[in-house]
């Protein structure tokens, strides 16, 4: 291995060469990611908005490829941090560490093979069926063909086929017409566009890459599938990793819709015996008649009735593939464009199949707390059909990702929210490390098993490095103790006061973070007609383009739900005050929550705690850091409900955010935004 110079002078020549400064923060986080590499134990970071975390986990990471020749794996949740670690961060690093570390380090960007443009699919015409809502919905399907047409377009001037890469965007409906998923690909030996295949070539770049950037779906589907899509490695780093849990319970999550099934069936209508079809068309309406007569809502254990026709799609779907796959093989023979057919259906059926199975086999353990599955019946409106859809979703991630992801490499994991009540173990716990606290509450799992002690093998510290960021003197917490608790029936109409009064202070400036559509509807109709200033709401326009007329703005305010929450980044002037309508509990019938929650209480545990408000505290964190996002911001973060100063969790609640200086005084609050808003820009 050659002599490399250490972590902390390679760091001091990057932040120079990039033309930053030294933050003692980032200096504090790259040593311990580099003591984490070399004694290979797990490490937590938070890292607050600021400390210039990228940078202090790429500069061990590529220390380490380049010093071992082994890749190095960071994870994102997120495209945007992706795009940024890709096109910014690593094009510029690797080009100011290349005389220290003797060469110029290689990177690569590595996703699922259905982010890829499929040549074989577009070059032949195997269309995917329509879905329900647009059999007659002319406007669709004409939208669709001009989306395919362009999509057709860039095929011919794409050097990467990556669908991030595409301005605009299509619909998901279009790109499937254009893209297969890892099962329905024919394969590389098979496949007559396969030296040309974007995929391919972007697995082999990853390949002799030092460091592999990919997102937490791909990285789960790696550990789940057993099949190695990502390069070997022995370093993975997370960032935003409190998004962690919930990609990875998304990838794992199946679901048996009766419309899944008929496209199942009439993809395989040319390639076996039309009887096969039939049964299997017949045990799709069989499904659809059993789910119409059944509610929305958890299954515990299966209805009447459900088991038989579960049996009956389970038993049509293995007829139909043993059909079209006799002895369990693909038949290789005939055109590409028929092995790709044969390919494509042989994938849906196997997906309808493993479904039946898996929802037939979750109740083999009579205890729904020690099961493995949550299992429940969920009516989806879209354009007026609703579509009632079976779903299956693991209790826990955690012993997945402890043995699969934990067990095989070096894991640094990072986000600016770690911290849940003062404690990682909130986290740490879902992803299936032990609890450093020990104490019984925090030490059991989300599936109500009791987390592994710290004497055993896998081995973690924790470390927060702060922020750059003076938050007792940059910012306010504001709890409105005086208005009432939040109730079921909308926004009460003090609750409309007090946002008219504090943007009115503001001098617009405002990002409102609601809890539901409804809510952000309902908030934005009321304060348009109540303000002289600009009011924008989610759903106008693409969350980029309100994003950007709110920044260019000062007295515009944007309103819209938590899925704003970690897409908006706006510096400055523009963004003087963010309001939050409600704690973010789950809803008290979300189907996976709930189950998970009752686990924990079936081991003697907490669970509104462990599972109800360790969900509010990771999503008020990411909300109420919205607010500070340069060392000049200043405002206030205002949160309506008044529970966070009067029910006994809200002390829990309160030590999850940033510190923040503290009060529930309206005329303060009201006095401090107009001196902002007097404030030249």
Not at 59 to 79: F, M
Not at 519 to 548: H, M, N, Y
């Amino acid at each position: 291995m050659p002599e490399l110079p250490p972590t902390s002078e390679l760091l001091a020549t990057a932040v120079q060469a990039l033309g930053g400064k030294e933050r003692v923060g980032q200096v504090t986080m790259a040593a311990a990611v580099d003591h984490a590499i070399d004694t290979k134990e797990h490490l937590a970071v938070q890292a607050g908005t600021g400390t210039g975390k990228s940078l202090a986990y790429l500069v061990p990471s590529l220390r380490h490829a380049v010093r071992t020749g082994r890749t190095v794996v960071v994870s994102t949740a997120t495209i945007a941090l992706q795009r940024q670690l890709v096109d910014r961060d690593l094009p510029r690093l690797s080009e100011a560490l290349s005389k220290p570390l003797g060469r110029t380090a290689e990177f690569a960007i590595l996703k699922g093979r259905n982010n890829y443009l499929c040549l074989n699919k577009i070059n032949s015409v195997i269309p995917d069926e329509p879905a329900e809502a647009e059999l007659f919905d002319a406007f669709a399907i004409s939208r669709l063909g001009r989306e395919v047409q362009r999509l057709n377009e860039w095929a011919s001037d794409t050097e990467t086929g990556d669908r991030d890469e595409l301005a605009p965007g299509v619909t998901d409906r279009a790109w499937r017409q254009v893209s297969v998923s890892s099962r329905e690909c024919l394969g590389k030996s098979r496949c007559p566009f396969g030296q040309d295949c974007f995929a391919e070539r972007a697995r082999a770049l990853a390949a002799q890459a030092d460091v592999v950037v990919t997102n937490h779906a791909l990285l789960a589907i790696d550990a789940i599938s057993g099949i190695q899509l990502l390069p070997e490695h022995d370093v993975v780093v997370i960032d935003e990793a409190h998004e962690l849990v919930d990609r990875v319970t998304g990838v794992a999550t199946a679901e048996l819709a009766p419309s899944a099934i008929s496209a199942a069936a009439r993809r395989c209508a040319k390639l076996v015996d039309e009887q096969e079809v039939d049964r299997l068309e017949g045990a799709s309406e069989a499904w659809h008649t059993v789910l119409d007569d059944l509610p929305a809502a958890r299954w515990d254990t299966l209805p009447d009735g459900v088991a038989a026709v579960l049996a009956l799609v389970r038993d049509a779907a293995w007829n139909v593939r043993t059909a079209l796959a006799p002895q369990g093989g693909t038949s290789a023979q005939g055109d590409p464009e028929s092995a790709a057919a044969r390919t494509q259906a042989l994938a849906a059926i196997d997906e309808v199949h493993d479904s039946a199975v898996r929802a037939l086999t979750a109740f083999d353990e009579p205890d729904p707390a020690s099961r493995r599955d949550v299992i429940w019946l969920a009516a989806d409106e879209m354009r007026g059909v609703v579509r009632r859809t079976l779903r299956m979703a693991p209790l826990s991630v955690g012993g997945l990702l402890r043995s699969r992801l934990f067990g095989t490499a070096t894991v640094v994991l990072t986000s600016a929210t770690l911290q849940i009540g003062g404690s990682f173990d909130g986290l740490a716990i879902t992803w299936g490390l032990p609890a450093q606290s020990g104490s019984r509450t925090d030490s059991v799992t989300a599936n109500g098993a009791v987390a592994p002690s710290d004497v055993e093998t896998v081995r973690w510290s924790s470390l927060d490095v702060g922020s750059p960021f003076d938050h007792a003197k940059s910012g306010i917490l504001y709890v409105a103790k005086h208005l009432p608790a939040p109730g079921r029936d909308g926004l009460a109409a003090a609750y409309l006061d007090e946002i008219e009064r504090l943007i009115r202070a503001a001098g617009g400036r405002t990002l409102g973070l609601f809890s539901s559509m409804r809510a952000a509807k309902a908030a934005t109709e009321a304060l348009r007609e109540r303000l002289d200033t600009p009011v924008l709401c989610q759903g106008d326009d693409s969350t980029g383009a309100l994003v950007r007329k709110f920044a260019d703005d000062p007295e515009t305010s944007l309103f819209g739900t938590l899925s704003l929450w970690q897409g908006v980044d706006v510096p400055g002037p523009s963004l003087s005050l963010v309001i939050l309508d409600r704690i973010p509990f789950p809803r008290p019938d979300d189907p996976l929550l709930t189950a998970r929650q009752r686990a924990v209480e079936s081991r003697g545990g907490n669970g509104f705690m462990t599972v109800a408000a360790n969900h509010a505290a990771l999503l008020l964190a990411q909300g109420t850091g919205r607010l500070l996002r340069s060392v000049d911001d200043r405002g206030v973060v205002a949160i309506l409900d008044s529970r966070l100063a009067t029910a006994r969790y809200g002390g829990y609640l309160r030590a999850s955010l940033p510190p923040y200086w503290e009060t529930s005084d309206p005329n303060v609050v009201i006095k401090a935004l107009e001196r902002l808003t007097a404030m030249p820009l």
